[in-house]
């Protein structure tokens, strides 16, 4: 009887771990394996989908800031400080212990389900948490166009608002990106809290082996190397955008 090749590696692997005091039986184990690699998946999803959440934030938190309406920019700018300024973890538990209580309570008796799963809490409440910081970073490439681009954009006829959408962010983009390939990193990692409210990503399948495992080494061995890998792809990712938008002229040649 044949043996799958997969079968075979994960042997090898389990077997030569074994000899260095590390237990990993678990991957033999589809009753185990299989959320462990579903939480690794959706660790990416929630990745994925917070980087395009929050720059989307971002450039909304942004336009508010720059309305010419006081209120709309003082109401963007309490949110980033309010933001900036508090843990994420409890912006997470506030968001789900407190708000999504009260959307439950308010649709009781009306037949309708809370559409707020965790999964939509967790990218929500990070996809708002690393917008205010995109926002930041975003305003101070703006800052750094430079006024004489701005004077000529302007002796061109362009308005306000064309000004804006095809010279000013297109230049403060490129100027923010080292910026926003930090923060982006950084909302991989954050990620992680996910767990906190039972979200099955890595970590918390994590969890679920070595509690009845008791191999916690070996697990967060795992996570530090899955987390090392995608947090290193987006860092490559961003300063390949970087390379690719540079602008000849400005920065290094």
Known sequence: MSVHPVALLLH???????????????????YELEPFLQGALTTVEIAFLTIVCSLAAGLVLLSMCRSRHRLLALVA?????????TPTLIQLY????????????????SGIENPLKPFVWVVLVLSLHKGAFHAEAL???LDAVPK????????????????????????????????????????????????AIAVG??????????????????LMILILLFFGALTLSVH????????RLRIPGYGHQ
């Open 94 to 109: 506030c968001a789900f212990l407190v708000l999504n209580m009260l959307i439950t309570q308010a649709l009781q008796g």
């Open 236 to 243: 490559i990712a961003g300063r390949w955008i970087e390379q």
């Open 77 to 85: 700018r309490g949110f980033i400080e309010l933001t900036r300024n």
């Open 139 to 141: 305003r101070a490439g």
């Open 201 to 218: 990503d890595i970590t918390y399948a994590s969890i679920m082996i070595w509690t009845q495992r008791d191999n916690v080494l070996e």
């Open 12 to 30: 090898g692997f389990v077997d030569a771990t074994a000899r260095l005091g590390l237990d990993y039986r678990f991957v033999l184990s589809d």
């Open 148 to 195: 004489l681009t701005l004077e000529g954009a302007a002796s061109l006829g362009f308005d306000r608002r064309t000004l804006l959408w095809r010279i000013q962010l297109p230049l403060a983009l490129r100027f923010a990106l080292p910026a926003l390939t930090n923060n982006m990193v950084e909302l991989v990692k954050a990620s992680a809290i996910a767990s």
